[in-house]
């Protein structure tokens, strides 16, 4: 009994242990699971600003882009002004150079005028003039001729003044002419530079804007990355927490059967600690009643008559010592109420007479016929019978009716053999 007591320990110690390691190893799992959630949560944190941060430089770039589109298509105007500027610098120069010849040709007929002018001067100052005019009139010939000479006097005076009139006139010309082009090719020059300085400035913005869209677009590569990466992380983590998911359920499953296996084993092992208490407590009931039946035997007097085996089962081969031998063997159960059973055993005990005995059948070469044995389950018994299918470590324990021998069945119980 303290064999089985101990073994009942260690199996149940050990089931403890075993249930203890699965707890330990569900604890690390559910801190692993703890962890690895925690780091999906940073995760899918640190996407979410991936993600806002991409958007604000999304927008910026979107920005930039547009301000570099207006800048382009500023320049585009500008050039377009700047070719029209050349054009008419081209034209203005053109007309200054037009100009320029006019005035060489104004310069030609007043330097031809003013030889004329200087040879009538010439003239005059040797001739006074009202002389010369009146001297041509008084030798007019008739007074047609006066009126004809008066007339190309009059005709000589004013073609003298329109062409004096005209000399200065052109002189007048060339001088506005020059200052026209002056001014012109000024205005010209200010233009030209003011929209080369124009187009020098935007190409200086266009320049820095695509240098700040260019490291704008760094950013959002980098960004990209970022989130790829993060996105990666999280994947792989989504990855991991599934896989403690499972672990964790697989233990939980695993730990409620170990639960189950140890709550039936402890049930099993007290039972069978009740069994083998009782087994004890019938045990040792038997043994008071071998030595009350062997105290009662001593002072019974010796038949001679007496031939019928029935009569003293518990005292044939019975050793002066009873032994405490065990074995487990397959038990059935028989009646002595079938047809064509005469009831009587191979040791001739009446059985239909004896409804109430304890009679087992044996195999007489593992357990003697007429040993007196304990049988788990039944009780004490006498090994009064055989049977042809009754062979090796096999018994068939007698029962008073079919029912009790179906009630029985076929089970392993331990016998022990009292004497």
């Known amino acids: 009994m303290k064999i ?6 260690v199996a149940v110690t050990g089931m403890f242990f075993t249930a203890g390691i699965t707890e330990t190893h569900a604890q690390s799992n559910e801190e692993a699971l703890q962890s690895t ?10 996407v979410q600003q991936k993600e806002k941060e991409k958007q604000s430089i999304d927008t910026d770039v979107k920005a930039l882009q547009s301000e570099l589109d207006s800048l382009h298509k500023v320049i585009s105007d500008n050039e377009k002004e700047l070719a029209s500027t050349e054009k008419k610098i081209k034209e203005a120069k053109s007309m200054i150079e037009k100009k320029k ?18 040879g009538r001067l010439v003239a005059l100052q040797h001739d006074d003039k009202s002389n010369a005019m009146l001297e041509m009139v008084m030798n007019a010939e008739s007074f047609g001729d006066l009126v004809a000479r008066m007339g190309a006097a009059t005709t000589l005076l004013s073609a003298d003044n329109d062409i004096l009139k005209q000399h200065q006139q052109d002189l007048d010309q060339i001088e506005k002419d020059k200052k026209e082009i002056d001014k012109q090719e000024k205005v010209l ?3 030209e530079a003011n ?5 020098a400035e935007l190409e200086s913005n266009i320049s820095k804007q695509t240098a700040a869209l260019t490291k704008m677009q760094e950013k959002y590569s980098a960004v990209v990355s970022d989130i790829e990466t993060a996105s990666s992380e999280k994947a792989s983590l989504q990855s991991q927490l599934a ?3 499972d672990k964790i359920s697989a233990e939980q499953k695993a730990a409620k059967e170990q639960a189950e296996k140890v709550a039936k084993e402890k049930e099993v092992a007290a039972q069978a600690e009740k069994e083998e208490n009782q087994r004890q407590t019938d045990l040792a009931t038997a043994k008071a009643e071998v030595k009350q039946e062997k105290k009662v035997e001593s002072t019974k007097p010796v038949s001679k008559t007496e031939s019928k085996p029935a009569s003293k089962p518990a005292s044939e081969s019975k050793p002066d010592k009873v032994s405490g031998k065990e074995m487990y063997v397959q038990s059935t159960a028989y009646t002595a109420s079938c047809a064509g059973c005469s009831g009587k055993t191979a040791t001739g005990i009446d ?12 195999d007489p070469s593992v357990i003697p016929l007429g040993s007196k044995v304990y049988v788990e389950g039944y009780g004490v018994a006498v090994a009064g019978d055989t049977g042809g299918a009754i062979k090796g470590y096999k018994i068939d324990v007698f029962v008073p009716s079919k029912s009790a021998a ?13 004497n």
């Open 351 to 362: 059985l239909k007479a004896n409804p109430h005995l304890k009679v087992i059948a044996v």
């Open 101 to 118: 010849e006019e005035i060489v040709e104004l310069q030609e007929k007043v330097l031809s005028r003013k030889d004329i002018i200087e």
């Open 195 to 199: 929209l080369k300085a124009k187009k």
């Open 243 to 245: 896989t403690i998911q």
């Open 37 to 46: 959630e925690q780091q999906l949560k940073e995760s899918e944190k640190a």
């Open 4 to 9: 089985l007591k101990r073994m009942t320990l």
């Open 189 to 191: 020059e200010e233009e």
């Open 406 to 418: 179906m009630s029985w069945g076929r089970r392993t119980v331990k016998v022990t053999v009292l």
